[in-house]
């Protein structure tokens, strides 16, 4: 009877463990299914927040990409603003448009930077010493 009993309360733990629920990211606004318990950890790890798995990333990359040392709380606060400002921008008229345009000054810049590590072409020069060795 009593390993029973230790048997459904092991299925009840993991049942309860991965319970789904929605989680809205309090940066892009994003909703996400999750576990109760992920949902948990995220909210700890960003001080009652929770914000998806991209904008984490982001907050990692602002961290590091300061260059003012900076905690992980006022990334997070940086990459807020960033996202509040981005939804608050209007559409642009022709979208199409725009995205050629970007990806047009996007290349032009590429190709106008220097090459920090410039390609050396190597060329394979014909020697008489491999057609003598097969001559013989």
């Not at 009877?1 to 319970?19: F, G, P, R």
């Not at 907050?59 to 608050?88: P, T, W």
Request: charge should be positive.
């Amino acid at each position: 009877m009593e390993i029973a009993q230790q048997k459904q309360a092991a299925a009840t733990t993991v049942l309860k463990a991965t319970d789904l629920a929605f989680a809205k990211c309090e940066c892009c606004g994003l909703t996400e299914e999750c576990t109760e318990e992920y949902i948990k950890r995220v909210r700890d790890r960003f001080s009652g927040r929770w914000i998806c798995g991209l904008c984490a990333e982001a907050v990692k990359d602002e961290v590091v990409r300061s260059e003012k040392r900076i905690g992980k709380e006022e990334a997070l606060n940086q990459h807020m603003s960033f996202c509040r400002k981005f939804k608050n921008l209007s559409p642009p008229k022709s979208p199409s448009d725009e995205l050629i345009s970007a990806v047009k000054q996007l290349l032009l810049k590429s190709l106008d930077s220097p090459r920090s590590s410039p390609v050396k072409k190597r060329c394979l020069i014909r020697s008489e010493i491999c057609f003598s060795a097969l001559d013989s």
